[in-house]
């Protein structure tokens, strides 16, 4: 294992409270929530398990030497699939229950669990094969497709998709769920800064930096 | 490649810019070594950027040395590595082909001077595409394809993105560690669309003008080039998308050196470009700077 106060980016003679901070900043950055139906989401999971066993280890060495109680307590549960769900939060987007679970939820046909199982291990080429070849285009259809454009990275087409599916099955949480992450822009995802995230945000706040640092000439 | 990507220069420290400059007179100096005076020319921001994303992240030694355009100062310069020549090689091929593009897109008379500058970076391109075929062969693929999108006024606007943005993934194709290159093709695939879209958006007025395509417009159905409140905010939404997913991407890989400057670009940088653009500030800003530069150089 790699030292844990590398991982956390902190030095040996952080306090216990720097610790934690340095965790759950790093916790929030590769939260599942933030890495929600993303094609790299497998490789958020391998850190934020690098990332939980840092902070136990740490724990663990401290409360052996006997501070006062470690850094405090185990790694805060946060995780890939199953296990307790991130309450400290402020707009995290609960649901869809992680991975593991992923699009998971039992289909009106067989085809399009299929659908499902191949979105889940990625192979978006046989998912859109199989919806292609599906005749009814009904509201779990439109969302699957929406789901397929989302990894693909069309995000407009992926919004309309579920837009579609909501309107013809207003009730369902799923889709409604996917269709209210795409409206919110982003807007819940990590920013170093702890600030919200977005380009209306940003450009219309004056505290933002004025647009001449980006234009900034280099030969000056 | 239109030079949106730039990162809040002046919000960072001292030694981050000097460093972010290394690399722009690095990269320079490279396409000159390997490509002659001519292909100097070609340089901007995204090529810049490419290059960062493509080098190791180690921090090298980066001698003074005089060039053409700053005779008398020298200057701190990235030295040349693999990952310097491949950008290098990598900014001919999309620079050349680019040239093309508006080469075919005018008539006769409006493309002569696409058709100069190509014929002059015609050698330089020569030589990249030998080094680099596949890389030669997926960006003239790609746009191809945009440039028949373009022709039928393909409406959708991600399919029209997604021509440019898996051109620019290609660029992480010669990158041997897989998970760096997952990473990398990600991210470069969600830069493109950004850029594409971003150029797409800055046109509308003078696409609303000329009669050109524009696939921001087709989406949102904009009557002269002017946002509607609704579609300025949900292109901002899928904007934003993009950018998340860059950011996300970003943080899976140890780009070493260039990680203030990277970070301070997805998360701030291209929020505030984007903005501008929205607001019609950017072109603006850009010349204004240009021309108090020119009267800079000039006293």
Partial sequence: ?220 | MFGYVRPPLGQLPEEEQARFRAVYCGLCRTLGKRYGLAARFILNYDFTFLAILLSDGQEREAPCVRCPAHPLKKRACCPPDGAMELAADESVILAYWQLRDGVADHDWLHGLKYRSVSKVLEPAYRKAAAARPAFDESTRRQLRQLSELETEDCASMDRAADAFAALLAGAAKEVDDPVRQRVLEQLLYHLGRWIYLVDAADDLKKDARSGNYNPVALRYGLKDGAWTPESRHDFAQTLDHSIHMMATAFELWDFGCWRTILESTFYTGLFYVGGAVLDGTFQTAVRNRKKRKNVEDAT
Wanted: charged share 20%; hydrophobic share 30%; aromatic share 12%.
């Fill in chain 1, 1 to 220: 294992m790699n030292d844990p106060y590398q991982v956390l980016g902190v030095p040996e003679t952080a306090t216990d409270a720097e610790v934690k901070k340095a965790y759950l900043n790093l916790a929030r950055k590769y939260h599942p929530d933030n890495y929600h139906d993303n094609p790299l989401a497998d490789l958020a999971q391998e850190k934020m398990k690098e990332i939980n066993a840092a902070y136990e280890e740490i724990n663990k060495r401290r409360s052996g030497r006997g501070s006062a109680g470690g850094a405090g307590g185990s790694a805060y549960g946060y995780g890939y699939g199953g296990g307790s769900s991130y309450q400290g939060g402020t707009s995290y987007r609960q649901g869809y229950g992680g991975y593991q679970q992923g699009y998971g939820r039992s289909s009106s046909s067989s085809v399009l669990q299929q659908v499902r199982m191949a979105i889940n291990s990625g192979d978006l080429s046989r998912a859109e094969a199989l919806l292609a070849n599906y005749t009814d285009h009904n509201a779990e259809w439109n969302f699957l497709r929406g789901a397929v454009c989302y990894r693909r990275g069309w995000m407009d087409e992926a919004k309309r998709y579920y837009q579609t599916a909501c309107q013809m099955e207003p009730g369902n949480a799923e889709y409604r769920q996917a269709l209210d992450y795409m409206e919110s822009g982003a807007s819940g995802a990590y920013r170093p800064s702890g600030s919200p995230f977005g380009t209306e945000v940003c450009a219309a706040n004056s505290m933002c930096l004025p647009l001449w640092c980006c234009v900034l000439p280099l030969c000056c």
